[in-house]
């Protein structure tokens, strides 16, 4: 006999979010469980760390179907996911890119699922459920919490409760797609009619996405951390407008790579960027000195390690010149200013090393 959900949770939805690559996959099959794609050979693009994927493919679920973890499609409670804070924050997919499938919570009715009390993606295991009724159990004042992180940990493994479907869920029991923006909402609209589908609500929420903050224009909408695809085209474009230029200094300033590597190992304050690493504060509280100190650290590091000796010489003096200039754009070295680097600093840095 089906058990109904209570009344009380009975208007609440549940979340599965997904980079926007896997929708025409999900529309021809609906959602289907990490095993399942796996058996059936299916390729999808994922947006989870590995290591969390091998603790879950051997997580034991000891009620409803039983199996593993991974023989459920998994949903959360929450309408913001400290897994999506890290999948941004480690730039493992665009924020853009990623979109949620929302359901009814009440799909439990028809579905072999069971729900935990906390994440199933850590070394502490959750408990398990199967009985709507223990849906009391959860901490949703947790999970209706709109802070990204929560302390202390428990608490916030509390927040990301899942409720996982055995195999499959079929897309038709859609009720809204959560998206970044109009451009992708067009987008999701032209997957559903190339494959024949009618396209359910799909609407925009903040509440779903790490933003400096939230506004109502559409054009003010920003993400806090690039992603992977962003970075890239961030690269391509500085590289179009830098290749014109290259070549056209009245005069090199070093005669190679090598004499400017020399250069900085004799004076971090030969460039204008690395000068302006010497003496400034760093906000990083794992370091305790300054980011020039830091820098020229991380340089004899490199030179001691074992790797670094089996480099030949131009590889060794590639990854040294990256080592003094991965920190630049940290600056100025001025009180109570700081400037992260974009794609303007960036390409002034680089012109300047091409012409030298």
Not at 114 to 140: G, H, I, K, Q
Not at 222 to 231: F, K, Q
Request: charged fraction near 25%; include cysteine.
């Amino acid at each position: 006999m089906t058990m109904s959900v209570p009344k009380k949770y009975r208007y609440r939805c549940i979340y599965h979010f997904t980079h926007l690559d896997n929708l025409p996959q999900i529309l021809a099959a609906s959602l289907i469980a990490h095993n399942e794609l796996s058996r059936l050979g299916k390729k999808h693009t994922s947006v989870a760390y590995n290591e969390i994927q091998d603790r879950r493919a051997t997580l034991s679920v000891p009620c409803g179907s039983r199996g593993v973890v991974h023989d459920y499609v998994p949903f959360y409670f929450c309408m913001r996911s400290s897994m999506l804070l890290a999948v941004v924050n480690n730039k493992i997919a665009d924020q853009m890119f990623i979109i949620y499938l929302c359901f009814p919570l009440t799909i439990i009715e028809e579905c072999s699922s069971v729900f935990t009390d906390a994440a199933a993606n850590t070394l502490v295991t959750p408990s398990f459920y199967d009985n709507p009724e223990d849906l009391e159990r959860l901490n949703w004042q947790a999970i209706d919490s709109l802070k990204w992180r929560l302390d202390p940990e428990e608490i916030n493994r509390q927040r990301m409760a899942e409720l996982l479907i055995h195999k499959t869920v079929d897309i038709a029991r859609l009720s809204q797609i959560v998206v970044w923006n109009k451009s992708i909402r067009d987008m999701v609209e032209q997957m559903y009619k190339e494959a024949g589908l009618p396209a359910p609500t799909i609407g925009y929420e903040p509440k779903h996405y790490f933003l400096p903050f939230y506004a109502s224009e559409e054009s003010r909408r920003l993400s806090v951390v690039m992603g992977p695809y962003a970075i890239a085209r961030e690269f391509e474009e500085t590289l179009e407008q830098l290749i014109p230029e290259i070549g056209k200094a009245k005069s090199a300033h070093y005669s190679s790579l090598k004499s400017l590597l020399e250069a900085l190992r004799g004076d971090m304050g030969i460039l204008p960027e690395t000068a302006e690493l010497v003496g400034l504060e760093s906000d990083n509280e794992m370091h305790s000195e300054d980011v020039g100190t830091h820098t020229l650290k991380v340089v004899d590091k490199l030179r001691s390690q074992p790797e670094y000796e089996k480099l030949s010489p131009t590889d060794k003096i590639l990854v040294e010149l990256a080592a003094f200039l991965h920190d630049i754009g940290k600056g100025p070295r001025v009180a109570g200013q700081r400037m992260e680097v974009d794609s303007r600093s960036i390409q002034t840095i680089l012109s300047r090393l091409f012409q030298w």
